[in-house]
């Protein structure tokens, strides 16, 4: 059986799967820098982790839907009334107080965060003769990759990192529970890898791509949010993990493998320069939006800017969270397939 990639193995390998690993390999050997970088050059951390790639995967969608005229018809309701639903939700939801916005907001990103391993899993396992058992114990391995260490975080002391705010999760200190979910955790993780050496023994097989998700998603997950607790390196394996797969996904499996005709007016994203204007323009859409909430809302990046305008907080937060949000529920929509 041929390994499953999604475009081929050096472009998988470099920008789908080797980011978790490399990441995490700059945290273990340069781990004793990252403290003294986060403290001298707060801005370039800011502008890179969070704006280049956390803001900038968000608009990566745009060339799946918006931008795509077809995509756009054939879903031309759903595009045109998300948005606007997001954004009354959202003030719904600030009215009750920017603690509850943020909290909300904050859950529905980490089911967003947990799908999207879940969904490189079931892609790179398109081609597996599946059973129901099976794909039940797929399942259970990327959940409890990736719902262990928020458990964690649910249940331990306070964590010295947010995702969006401080305290935007509710939290239990409970030691006992967290012990049993170790153990169950590391049974289940254990599970995985003699299951994982008995199905390459009997049918002499090792489904790289699909291995490498899951693999990648555990070490991410557990080292940025368990085995640390350090707001930079979660940012970074969060991040850059969760970002570069998913705009690469979206270049290689929407522009590079398409035809011309679909893309209509995108066709010429398909030239050698294409990937460097793709990736041109979600930076100066991701820049564009930051710039908003800095000066709009945070007033925390550029100073010397006029102060935010804190009395619209309740109209411009939930405005400016909509790509955001919309993103959030779209992508649980559009990879869907019939079968």
Known sequence: MQQPW?????????????????????????????????ERYPFYTWLFLIVFIDVAHVYATLFKTYFKTQEFQK??????LLPVGCFVIGMTLFAFGSAVFWR?????????????????????????????????????????????????WFLSPARKFS?????????????????????????????????????????????????SIIIGTALSWYFGIVYFNDDLIFTLLNVVSHGIPYMALIYLKEIHTKPEPELG????????????????????IAFSEEYLWEILVWNEQFSVLSPGMGKYAFLLVPLLTVPQFTHYILDGLIWKAKK
């Open 6 to 38: 999604i475009h081929k193995a050096k472009t998988d390998g470099i920008f789908i799967l080797a980011p978790s690993f490399l990441v995490l390999g700059i945290v273990f050997v340069f781990q004793s820098h990252l403290e003294a970088l986060q």
């Open 265 to 284: 007016r995108l066709h010429f994203l398909k030239a050698f320069r294409g990937i460097f204007i793709y990736i041109g323009i979600l930076l100066i």
């Open 163 to 211: 995702w969006f705010t401080t305290d935007d999760f509710f939290s239990y200190e409970n030691a006992a529970t967290l012990n049993v979910l170790q153990w169950i955790y590391f049974a289940i993780m254990g599970f995985y890898v003699l299951r994982t050496l008995h199905k390459y023994v009997t049918e002499k097989y090792f489904n790289i791509p699909k291995n």
């Open 75 to 80: 879903r031309k309701t759903l595009l045109t």
């Open 104 to 152: 909300v907001l904050a859950y529905i990103a980490v089911f967003h965060f947990i799908r999207q391993q879940y969904g490189f899993m079931r892609l790179y396992s398109r081609k597996e003769l599946k059973t129901p058992r099976s794909i039940f114990i797929d399942n259970l391995i990327i959940y409890s990759a990736t719902g262990y260490p928020m458990l964690f």
